[in-house]
Each structure stands twice: as C-alpha cells, then as structure tokens.
C-alpha cells in the first residue's frame, strides 16, 4: 500500500527557531511536494522537487527551504520560524500516471 | 481569472440527494484532472481520476468539458458519510510539474 509518512502530526515551535519538516515516501517516486493549506486559501505550494537534488519554488516560497538527498526524502526547513508560518504542512508524492498521494499533515504552531 | 476556480459551499443536502459540483480551469493546455476528498483536519485523498470520456465509480461520475474547460463530479443517493470537502486538481502539462488545487467545495448531507 501507498505511503508518504510526515515525521510530526503536530509541532509547536519558538519565533525564530530552524524547523525541518521531513517526508518519506516508499512508492519510488521522482515528484515530491510541501504544501501548506490555512482557512479560506486552499492549498499552496511552497516548493516541489522532480528529482534527487533538484527543486524548483512554488508558489510561496519565501521563509523557507527543501532538501532532497535522496529520492524517497523530502525536507522542508523554516529558516527562521515566523507567526504566519503556523499552518498546516502537508508533503505528497506523485505517481506517473499524476495522481499524488498525501501524508497525514503536519500541524504547526509557532509561538 | 485564477487557475482553478471552485464554489467553495457549503452545499447542505438531505441524505438520499444528488449534488453536482463544477471546478473551472484556465489553463487550456491542462493535461490530467482529479476530483480529491479531504475530511475535516485529514489529508486529501484521492476519490477519483477525470478522464475525457467521463468515468463512474459506484455512485460518483466525474465528467470532463474541455470546451468549457471545467470539471463536475455528480454525487448520486448521497450519505452521511459523504460530508467533507472536496478538490478540484489540474495538472497543467506533463509530469515533473506541480498539481494545482482548487480550495474546495464543501459538501454537508443531514439525515
């Protein structure tokens, strides 16, 4: 069965801390995501990666990193943690055929 | 026009209803279309993939209108369980990019 693992369900995390969010998927796959989904916005991108060492921002990138050292882990690292970047994490991971498979979530707080 | 638009509800039906939702797209060169489920505080999981033809699975059809550029799921004999929140995904052009979400429409059934 499909699995993408986020490393935390819930984070609570000082202003100005360095956060690393990591992400395991056990499905091969080369796509791997961070998105962050808050009330009335939906989902968006912050960075995606289409290969080991290969990344590209998205939508929202500001305040944030991703490692990808290797193909089944993806990181997001908050540089220094801000109050507007309490938020819920999600990774996913994507398939050939398109469709993405999610982890459970990381729930953020940053206080 | 944002990249893909959804009436974000809450559509409130009686157990036993039919309730259709429509997703709109902007990018015309958008490759592969997927309807997602998301439950409340859960990751979004995969409820179907929209193909050109149209596809059915049990009571949900999802269709596909290029011309028109919009997507539909149909729900048919709804239940309780059906209650949550459901995305609209495009993928714009071909693999190694980004899914792009819709922010979801809302869907309550009451007995």
């Known amino acids: 069965d499909v699995k993408v693992t986020q490393s935390s369900r819930y984070l609570v995390k000082r202003t100005g801390e360095k956060v690393f969010l990591e992400c395991v998927q056990d499905m091969d796959h080369e796509n791997m995501f961070w998105y962050r989904q808050d009330p009335g916005l939906g989902l968006r991108l912050i960075y995606f990666s289409y290969d080991v060492k290969m990344k590209e921002k998205g939508d929202i990138p500001e305040g944030y990193s991703v490692s990808r050292e290797k193909k089944e882990r993806f990181s997001l690292i908050l540089e220094s943690a801000s109050t507007n970047q309490t938020s819920m994490y999600l990774c996913?991971?994507?398939?050939?055929?398109?469709?993405?498979?999610f982890g459970q979530g990381t729930r953020l707080t940053v206080v | 026009r944002k990249e893909v638009e959804q009436d974000p509800g809450p559509f409130n039906v009686p157990e036993g209803a039919t309730v259709a939702f429509n997703c709109t797209y902007s990018n015309s060169a958008s490759q592969s279309f997927f309807w997602y489920r998301q439950d409340c505080r859960k990751e979004p999981k995969l409820l179907m993939s929209?193909?050109?033809s149209g596809n059915e699975d049990g009571r949900f059809t999802a269709q596909l209108n290029r011309a028109s550029q919009y997507i539909s799921l149909l729900i048919r004999d709804s239940k309780l369980s059906d209650s949550a929140t459901y995305l609209c995904?495009?993928?714009?052009?071909?693999?190694?990019?980004?899914?792009?979400f819709g922010k979801g429409t809302t869907l309550s059934v009451s007995s």
């Open positions: 996913a991971s994507r398939s050939p055929q398109g469709s993405a498979f």
């Open positions: 929209v193909y050109s």
């Open positions: 995904v495009v993928i714009p052009n071909q693999a190694g990019t980004a899914l792009i």
